[in-house]
């Protein structure tokens, strides 16, 4: 059974920076596509970006593409996301998914989410 477990995340002002993290449980962890959503309140949840099985291929939405990295340790079995140059539309609950490369529909493994607020 695969199981992702979010940390980071909390309160910055806009031009900061955090860092998420997802640790994953389970096995097999190469062969998942690992990709970060996200809420902003009151929205779908969107794709922003993700990351291949192997780490050697990387997407991200234009809203964030240049500020935010996405990368992952296959032998930790972690990946995070580094948000820099945070605005506020950036506040969301964030969350990380094992799935399909590249476009990671019916992923079927999620965090719990995490709360990233960007005051301005």
């Known amino acids: 059974q695969v199981r992702l477990t979010q940390s980071g995340g909390g309160l910055v002002q806009t031009g900061g920076s955090l860092n998420l993290s997802c640790a994953f449980s389970?096995?097999?962890?190469?062969?998942?596509?690992m990709a970060w959503f996200r809420q902003p309140p009151g929205k779908e949840r969107e794709l922003i970006g993700g990351i291949s099985g192997s780490g050697g291929s990387t997407r991200y939405a234009d809203s964030v593409k240049g500020r935010f990295t996405i990368s992952r340790d296959n032998v930790k079995n972690t990946v995070a996301l580094q948000m820099n140059s945070l605005k506020a539309e950036d506040t969301a609950v964030y969350f990380c998914a094992a799935g399909p490369w590249p476009l990671f529909k019916g992923s079927r493994f999620w965090g719990q989410g995490t709360q990233v607020t960007v005051s301005s």
């Open positions: 389970g096995r097999d962890f190469r062969t998942y596509g």
